[in-house]
T-cell receptor, first 115, second 117 residues
């Protein structure tokens, strides 16, 4: 059972277009992270959102955490070929009464931006 | 600053053989993780170490997988015997914090791609 559902699974667009990818769950998370993974490499952290409703911007990337802390979205404005990669969301689920949590990854959205 | 180092980069074995992967985390990082990433899926945590102690190995198939982190620095992950479904990329990650705080940052290595034939 996948705790985090990402959509779409694949996205192929032209340079300059805008796009949004989604990360949804029925579970509440302490925080949510977005990573980008390129072929043959490990994931690289882009952002962490902690507060429900939080919006963070990283240049042309805008990340939003849902009010109920169950979902998140990533919006890219004017996509460039360098944005190509696998975008993974990961939710931190913390056991009650413990400082130890677990990071659950979604399956990812494979983005291809054509010049 | 050197990143997380993993070796080998690629490994091809036949089923029922044994294989071992090595990871050297970023210097000073207390926490080390091993993840399994099957093609088309996100990474799945296999085991988490805090220094040289195991914090979470609930998703490690202990009948065939083992891992150790002697001296709290580098780590090895072993599979014995390997099955076809073990074909995946094995990622090592490290983080500086002692516990998984809500804004903890993981640094990943490039992974070892394992093919079991």
């Amino acid at each position: 059972t996948q705790l985090l559902e990402q959509s779409p699974q694949f996205l192929s667009i032209q340079e300059g277009e805008n796009l949004t990818v989604y990360c949804n769950s029925s579970s509440v998370f302490s925080s949510l992270q977005w990573y980008r993974q390129e072929p043959g490499e490990g994931p690289v952290l882009l952002v962490t959102v902690v507060t429900g409703g939080e919006v963070k911007k990283l240049k042309r990337l805008t990340f939003q955490f849902g009010d109920a802390r169950k979902d998140s979205s990533l919006h890219i404005t004017a996509a460039q070929p360098g944005d190509t990669g696998l975008y993974l969301c990961a939710g931190v689920s913390q056991d009650r009464g413990s400082t130890l949590g677990r990071l659950y990854f979604g399956r990812g959205t494979q983005l291809t931006v054509w010049p | 600053e050197a990143g997380v180092a993993q070796s080998p980069r690629y490994k091809i074995i036949e089923k029922r053989q044994s294989v071992a992967f090595w990871c050297n985390p970023i210097s000073g990082h207390a926490t080390l993780y091993w993840y399994q990433q099957i093609l088309g899926q996100g990474p799945k945590l296999l085991i988490q170490f805090q220094n040289n102690g195991v914090v979470d190995d609930s998703q490690l198939p202990k009948d065939r997988f083992s891992a150790e982190r002697l001296k709290g620095v580098d780590s090895t992950l072993k599979i014995q015997p390997a099955k076809l479904e073990d074909s995946a990329v094995y990622l090592c990650a490290s983080s500086p914090r002692f516990y998984r705080a809500t804004n903890e940052k993981l640094f990943f290595g490039s992974g070892t791609q394992l093919s079991v034939l």
